[in-house]
């Protein structure tokens, strides 16, 4: 078992910045591939970006290519979304989480393990 509590979520103004962490326990995460999803108002919960188990592979959702750098450090059993040139359609509950594999995956059910989500609100 793997708990997940996310961190770091807030309120920005457009163009800020916020990191998130995603610290776990029970297990460590470098038997897992990471990720992070969020949920804006009224949809579906979708993949932002997620990293493979020992960081060298990652994926990036097309709208956030370039603003967000996901990253992990195995040896903390935390893993982060650095998120910059924030804008009001960022605006969800971010969630993370773990995917009890080495490669990436892109689908919501293909994941083990969730965090109960942070919000990031973005003001424009």
């Known amino acids: 078992q793997v708990q997940l509590v996310e961190s770091g979520g807030g309120l920005v103004q457009a163009g800020g910045s916020l990191r998130l962490s995603c610290s776990a326990s029970g297990s460590t995460i470098s038997r897992y591939s990471m990720a992070w999803f969020r949920r804006a108002p009224g949809k579906e919960r979708d993949i932002v970006a997620a990293i493979s188990w020992n960081g060298g592979n990652t994926y990036y959702e097309d709208s956030v290519k370039g603003r967000f750098t996901i990253s992990r450090d195995n040896a903390k059993n935390t893993a982060y979304l650095q998120m910059n040139s924030l804008k009001p359609e960022d605006t969800a509950v971010y969630y993370c989480?773990?995917?009890?594999?080495?490669?990436?995956?892109?689908?919501?059910?293909?994941?083990?393990?969730w965090g109960q989500g942070t919000q990031v609100t973005v003001s424009s």
């Open positions: 989480a773990a995917y009890r594999g080495l490669r990436i995956v892109t689908l919501r059910n293909q994941y083990d393990y």
